[in-house]
């Protein structure tokens, strides 16, 4: 909607979706129509998809995240700005706990990997919510380089997609992980609600679900 040129690279497992993408215009999970501005490629053609990219988008999940970087590392060129969207953490065999995007950064060679700017998003942020344009999408546009965000909010930014931005990227990072535990837990509560057979009463196990929240939280 910016009028921005998009490529879309898809993974091995992906095949279906881009080939979809291509013959028809559709996305076959989303149901919709994709923009004319938007292009679709095979992995196989992720070298031509990225000619003159400005701004690279990785929408591998956490257990592919790996595969991503090394992926990554013959196809990033130096000023690129590197946006991640999986949501986690990766626990190192000391205990240690690594945001995504710096366990992305890691596939790439150390010299290029200096030479390009890493960035996330938190959100939440369903990806048919946004495709349908709905008003109520916000999400934060972390990383370490202030100057960077502020560029990437301005490409993404619209009427229906509201994006700010901080430089707190491990705080980000982490809250963006743990939101999902905190969801799961405060979904316990309408769980038993059903189980009981008692979904409809009045008394909604809000107090239940607070604890729950409060616990995790702290």
Not at 9 to 34: A, E, F, M, Q, W
Not at 69 to 84: F, I, N, T
Not at 100 to 112: H, I, T, Y
Not at 151 to 174: C, M, N, P, Q
Request: charged share 25%; hydrophobic share 40%; glycine share 12%.
């Amino acid at each position: 909607d910016n009028g921005h040129e998009v490529r879309l690279v898809g993974t091995h497992l992906d095949r279906d979706i881009i080939d979809s993408i291509k013959k028809t215009g559709v996305h076959p999970g989303l149901g919709r129509k994709v923009p004319e501005t938007v292009r679709a490629y095979q992995l196989e053609e992720a070298r031509e998809a990225f000619e003159g990219a400005e701004v690279a988008l990785s929408g591998v999940n956490s257990f592919g995240v790996h595969w991503a970087g090394e992926q990554l590392a013959s196809l990033l060129k130096p000023g690129m700005m590197v946006l991640s969207i999986a949501k986690g953490m990766e626990a190192a065999e000391n205990g240690d706990l690594h945001i995504l995007p710096e366990v992305l950064a890691r596939g790439v060679p150390q010299d290029l990997r200096k030479q390009v700017s890493w960035s996330a998003i938190g959100g939440p942020s369903i990806a048919g919510e946004v495709a349908a344009r709905r008003h109520d999408t916000c999400v934060v546009f972390a990383g370490r380089d202030a100057d960077v965000l502020k560029k990437l909010a301005t490409l993404f930014r619209t009427d229906y997609y509201h994006v700010w931005t901080s430089t707190d990227f491990i705080g980000v990072e982490g809250c963006a992980a743990m939101k999902n535990c905190y969801a799961l837990g405060v979904g316990f509560a309408e769980g038993i609600l059903e189980r009981e057979g008692e979904s409809g009463s009045k008394d909604r196990n809000y107090n239940y679900a607070a604890a729950l929240f409060g616990q995790g939280a702290v």
